[in-house]
């Protein structure tokens, strides 16, 4: 089990990768009750209607939803947001990774599931007034991944040598931006896709999306919460053309 005291972004970064078998092994009541407090902690940060499911391997889907992919899910978090919010979805991206970091601090196996789940019985737990976006996976698993988790992490990263560049900058970036783009090439995305390339124009910081579709702005999010973690004083204006603004 990893250390859950000395892991920090980076390390948790570093360590992060997505877990698709579960044991059969409940949250206890502590777990439960921290990660309530990160769903809170997000909820009011974000504006948004993030909800942990705990022991409901019912509601999951089994293997029927989910392809034969993730099995033993019985834990996950709901991700969802508002309707009327253009930038709902990349909030989830942001704010569940930051849970998912998290998580992965404290031992925890995490996994983004953007489609192959049972959206019926999940839709069902979702507010009025708010979108569903997708679910995280998560609980406790084997310290190493299992023959099927380790297929399955193949396949899906067949695709990473032809995902495009992370970066294209005009020389002025700060010093710290090469480690940004380190932090964020770690980052999950649906279909291990990457489509996110920050770029740097006479000292500004920008982003942009190779592909657009249900799952990119989650992506997006993501992997600016990753870049933001190798420099907390600044802070990501959400969208597509949100600049990152360093404080002073
Ligand atoms: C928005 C999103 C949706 C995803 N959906 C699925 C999914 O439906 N099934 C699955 O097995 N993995 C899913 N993944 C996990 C990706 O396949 C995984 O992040 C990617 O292959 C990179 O691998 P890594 O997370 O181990 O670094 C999703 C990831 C993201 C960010």
């Not at 991944?145 to 560049?165: C, D, N, Q």
Request: with cysteine; aromatic share 8%; net charge neutral.
């Amino acid at each position: 089990m990893t250390d859950p005291v000395v892991m920090g972004d980076r390390e948790a970064i570093a360590a992060r990768i997505s877990r698709r078998s579960y044991l059969p092994v409940p949250l206890d009541s502590d777990q439960i009750a921290s990660i309530e407090v990160l769903v809170a902690e997000a909820n009011s940060a974000g504006g948004l209607a993030l909800a942990l499911v705990a022991d409901r391997p019912d509601l999951f889907g089994g293997f029927r939803k989910t392809y034969g992919l993730l099995t033993g899910v019985r834990n996950f978090l709901v991700l969802a947001g508002p309707e009327d919010d253009p930038d709902a979805a990349e909030k989830c991206g942001y704010y569940g990774e930051r849970i998912v970091l998290e998580l992965t601090k404290r031992g925890l196996g995490t996994c983004w599931v953007g489609g192959s789940f049972d959206r019926g019985s999940i839709g069902a737990l979702v507010s009025p007034g708010n979108r569903l976006f997708g679910v995280i996976a998560l609980g406790p698993v084997e310290d190493r991944l299992t023959p099927r988790e380790r297929l399955v992490r193949f396949s899906t990263h067949l695709v990473k040598s032809t995902a495009g560049r992370f970066h294209e900058t005009d020389g002025s970036e700060p010093d710290w931006f090469f480690e940004a783009i380190a932090r964020v090439a770690l980052a999950p995305s649906a279909m291990n896709r990457r489509p996110v390339c920050f770029k740097v124009e006479r000292g500004a910081i920008g982003c942009a999306l190779r592909i657009h579709d249900a799952t990119a702005g989650i992506d997006l999010g993501i992997a600016k919460y990753h870049f933001s973690t190798a420099f907390p004083d600044g802070v990501w204006q959400w969208g597509e053309r949100g600049v990152f603004l360093v404080r002073a």
